[in-house]
């Protein structure tokens, strides 16, 4: 009895971090991630542009094809800009007021599938 007891809980000792290490959503490239139904979206933000790498549990997803827009909130002022599929990521050009506050609303279709959206607010 206590052979089999100790069996399951090792098993189960060996699944938890397992299952864990599957919904990885720490940031790969220094920006900030949200989880969406296409997918984990990381946004890097930076004046000159604005990165929006994608990722599922952590591993790259493979982009055939995105499209999106980004839209930047400083107060009262908004800035919206077109995302195109460079590589692997989306990206959009700037220049962007981006800084502590800053919110950005991303809205992207990926691989064909209905568009997404996910709010992010800069620290």
């Known amino acids: 009895m206590k052979g089999i007891l100790l069996s399951i809980l090792l098993a189960a000792a060996a699944v938890i971090p397992a299952y864990a290490a599957g ?42 094809s995105a499209s999106g827009k980004v839209t930047v909130f400083n107060g009262k002022d908004s800035q919206e800009a077109a995302l195109a599929l460079v590589g692997d990521k989306l990206e959009a050009k700037g220049p962007f007021k981006v800084g502590p506050g800053t919110k950005v609303l991303a809205e992207v279709s990926l691989n064909g599938k209905p568009s997404v959206s996910a709010r992010f607010t800069l620290k």
């Open 23 to 64: 919904d990885d959503h720490t940031p790969k490239h220094g920006g900030l991630v949200l989880e969406t139904k296409a997918g984990d979206l990381e946004m890097v933000a930076k004046p000159e542009q604005i990165v929006i790498h994608v990722s599922d549990h952590g591993k790259a997803m493979k982009l055939t």
